[in-house]
């Protein structure tokens, strides 16, 4: 995290890489690789109104739920900066099965494969290596499907939560802390939300890393139209 109160993503292994509950190497590499796929073979689609309208119905109704009133203003300051519903639909599906399915639906219509193919869900997620199967299994596959839902689009999510070309709105790391730190709790595991933020960095950092590179030019481009004097004076 940096000053600014964003989720650094400049430096993928600078602040957490270290941390006990951060994602393993082999996590990383593997998430990596499994991204960098995604990138090079997704393809822009326009998606129909009506089908954005399903997907922000989905989320209104995880929050009429009393249990998830917490998360409302996080979500709203997602919302506010005009962040694509999938993705924060995506974030929750660990914890909501009707996201779950909406993201499901969602997935099925892009030319993203199947990543499981790149991604073993057998695979030690953190360095401990001490999680049980099946929770190791349900995060690598909620990883996942955040990188397929990035893959379908990232520079129009990404600029949405980059904040500058290093870091994204710490809104991110809150929301999806939260989210596993349910996770956790309704599998009667120890998750007290400061321990658990670190695992939340690693997670998000690798979830992002192989698509920032192409939203970074972005941003800088801009940043030179913006103040074209400095960028002369350089």
Known sequence: MSETGGLDIGM???GVGGAPEALSEDAKARFAAAGAAM???????????KKDDQVAKVIMQFLQDEENAHLF???ARLVARDCPSIFILVVISLIHEESLQAVTDYLKETVVKDVHETV?????LTQSGDMDPET???LIDWITRMQMVLAEGPE????KLMIDDRNIDG????????????FFKERKKSADFEKLQPLTASILQTVFEPFIGSVKKIL??????ENPSESDDD
Do not use: G
């Open 220 to 225: 800088l481009e801009r940043v030179e139209k």
């Open 12 to 14: 993928p292994d600078e």
């Open 73 to 75: 203003t996080l979500i």
């Open 136 to 138: 190791n299994r349900a």
């Open 39 to 49: 990138a090079q073979i997704r393809k822009e689609e326009k998606k129909s109104k």
């Open 171 to 182: 809104t991110v790391l809150q929301l999806t802390t939260f989210v596993l730190q349910r």
């Open 120 to 124: 073993n869900e057998s695979m030690a």
């Open 156 to 159: 129009k999510i990404l600029l």
